[in-house]
């Protein structure tokens, strides 16, 4: 017998699926083990990947690592191990850029098994029940916001991930400049969409990640709608909590849907694992069509198959969430992955954070911190723009 150990985040979206589809390749394998093994939503956006790989074979990450994980040597490139026949079939059927975020200096670093972007959530029932529209625009958010009926996931890294996108509705991508993370004017807009909207929310936002508002929202009446929180398909499946949700598109700006910032997790093989081959070839089976629409949907995963996201049984398995949401997926912003970008990320979500939070400094303060903490974290050895 031989053991695989791997790790993954702790919620039924990213642990159920993985162990389904391994027990049912141990059933035609009998002579492999995959034990999986949790750790926390937050470890997994911040624990750094190189110490994990020394104690994992598979693991399951987010792909703003890869450039830490090529620098380090600590993941096989797969490229160098899988046909090249499929590795284009998974890049031809990607859920968006998910297959593209894994991938860094022509290296595979992992496999996408899992996509994800903010999208809209309601409770249909309560808004309907108050005769209350699901909001299409930013003004009709904004009314609604006013009246303490909007949740949204108000952590540093949500924060940051929303001002991302509220930077491109007004008028331009970040990390396009080695100088600035972001040029004044459409900076200082931004921030000001941002204060506008995260001055309505009650204070305990700010410590809700999009697991916390998606429990809080099917479990109570208090809140009726979410404009931006990664959405998790699980909840819009009978029997998995009390009150059913709906996931939809994103509202629009000026007359244009916003474009959310990618989340998703794809599987990695440790460069220090003992069976690196048969690591490869247990990712290459969660990552296939017929497993990414069958068991591993069916087990309460939400896939990165671009088929399955439109297949017509697993959209009738799942309440139609697949066909709803892949709009704002197909559209949604990669963000950088160069090797510094993470502690951007850590201290850049902070700052807007204690922000928000406090509302005690002014915008152009912000936003100067925003892009001296962008400059410092950019590799010296490369010369050209983060994105």
């Given amino acids: 017998m031989i053991e695989l150990k791997g790790i993954t985040w702790d919620h039924s979206r990213g642990f159920t699926p993985l162990v389904a589809c391994c027990q049912r390749y141990h059933e035609q394998h009998p002579y492999v083990d995959v034990q999986w093994y949790k750790r926390s939503l937050q470890s997994f956006a911040d624990f750094p990947v190189e110490t994990l790989a020394n104690d994992y074979d598979l693991l399951i990450i987010d792909h703003p690592f890869v450039g830490e994980a090529y620098h380090s040597g600590c993941f096989v490139h797969l490229n160098n191990y899988i046909d090249h026949h499929f590795l284009d079939d998974r890049l ?46 930013w003004d009709e958010l904004i009314a609604l916001a006013k009246k303490n009926k ?36 459409t900076g200082l807009q931004a921030l000001e969409m941002t204060g506008e909207l995260y001055s309505y929310l009650d204070e305990l936002m700010f410590s809700c990640n999009p697991i916390a508002v998606a429990e809080m929202m099917s479990s109570a009446d208090e809140y009726w709608y979410c404009p931006f929180t990664y959405g998790y398909s699980n909840y819009v499946r009978k029997n998995y909590a009390s009150k059913l949700l709906a996931y939809d598109d994103v509202i629009s700006y000026n ?42 949907v069916e087990y309460g995963g939400q896939p990165a198959c671009l088929d399955a996201w439109k297949n017509k049984e697993v959209n009738r398995f799942c309440n139609h969430y697949f066909q709803n949401t892949l709009p704002a997926l197909q559209r949604a912003y990669l963000r950088p992955r160069y090797k510094g970008y993470l502690q951007f990320q850590h201290t ?40």
């Fill in 92 to 137: 031809h059927d990607s859920a968006g850029l998910s297959y593209q975020s894994y991938t860094y200096n022509g290296a595979q670093l992992a496999l996408p098994v899992d996509a994800a972007t903010p999208v809209s959530c309601y409770r249909k029932d309560l808004l309907k029940e108050n005769r209350e529209p699901v909001p299409q625009s």
């Fill in 150 to 185: 909007v949740a949204i996931p108000a952590i540093p890294v949500d924060i940051l991930m929303n001002f991302y996108t509220f930077c491109i509705a007004c008028g331009h991508q970040p990390f396009t400049s080695r100088e600035e993370m972001i040029n004044e004017e």
């Fill in 348 to 387: 850049a979500g902070k700052v807007l954070h204690d922000f928000l939070k406090n509302r005690g400094t002014h915008t152009k303060t912000i936003l100067d911190k925003l892009n001296s903490l962008y400059r410092k974290s950019l590799p010296i050895y490369d010369n050209t723009p983060a994105a």
């Fill in 255 to 296: 007359g244009t849907k916003l474009r959310s910032t990618l989340g998703g997790t794809g599987i990695a093989v440790s460069a220090y694992s003992k069976h690196i081959n048969l690591a490869v070839e247990v990712a290459c089976m969660l990552a296939s069509p017929a497993m990414q629409r069958g068991l591993y």
